[in-house]
């Protein structure tokens, strides 16, 4: 019987499993791929937009010659404190249920990636999944075709080629600008009136000057109706249909999270954004004893917590289980 699982080694479950060692509770994390695999899954030359102070964990300082630190640090960072800490992780293993007892304790069912299954007993648990592996579909037809990607790694692939990014976040623009480099034709499609206000502000100038050169044609207040091997259909405000010629389409529209492990034990989701019912200073849900950490208490608004938030909550589960632990020694 474990004190506290923690299912998710992104840096929030991380922060997590260590503020709840400090305090003397007995820990396991359960993660379903490698550590911190949403920062894996990042671009590979991504920089981020905060510093390296605030993506600290541990009280571990994050060496960087960088003020805003890349997505390699980031890897090598992390690793070094789950190693520093000495952390018990369970890689490769998938959580696909959490199953709440009688005498409010949980049993969390894993199956490993060798198909056997698993089953953990905690007193605690802590939910602390990602985002990545759910990308927000478009939802037309061709979407589906092998020249779609929901994630952009580097820009060598599409040396030369056609190439349409959908939206206008920052992960659109870094893209943009990326593959400017490698000689792409880009086509930008946002259905807002202009690219997101967040771009990074050493980004933006430089991104604003390629638009302007024609480098980076973007189409606002647009969305894409088909994508064919050879070809996109865009539709504009005016409800024109444009067709372009197009070899590869990188549909990066953002990304949710997976709610199954909550409803899985009873936790409740609230409202159409389907955010977990929490408390927001102790981050324990509806269902005592089971916690959320990171951007799954954000429901579907997966931009309302970053590292430099998210991290904060271990301490908070932290210190309320500890909390409890002692008012039951007391009773």
Known sequence: MQDVIIIGAGPCGLSAAIECERRGLSTHIIEKHSLVHSIYLYPTH??????????EIGDIPFPSPNEKPFRYEALSYYRKVADHYNLSISQYEEAVSVESLADQTFIVHTVDRSGQKQRYEARNVVISTGYFDHPNYIGVPGEDLDKVTHYFREAHPYTGMKVAIIGGSNSAVDAAM?????????????????VSENIKPWVRPVFEAMVQKEKIKVHVQSTVTEIRQNSISIRNHDGQITEIENDFV???????????????????????????????ETMESN???????????????????????????????AEHISASRRTAQTD
């Open 46 to 55: 991504m920089q981020f937009f905060s510093t390296a102070e605030l993506l």
């Open 178 to 194: 990326e593959l400017i480099r490698v000689g792409a034709q880009i086509d930008m499609i946002y259905r807002g009136e202009e």
């Open 250 to 280: 990188l549909a990066l529209t953002g990304f949710r999270p997976d709610r199954k492990l909550l409803t899985s034990c009873g936790v409740e989701l609230d409202g159409d954004m389907e955010k977990p019912v929490f408390n927001p």
């Open 287 to 317: 269902v005592p004893g089971l916690y959320v950490a990171g951007v799954i208490a954000s429901g579907r608004n997966a931009n309302e917590v970053f590292i430099e938030t998210g991290r904060r909550h271990g301490l908070a589960i």
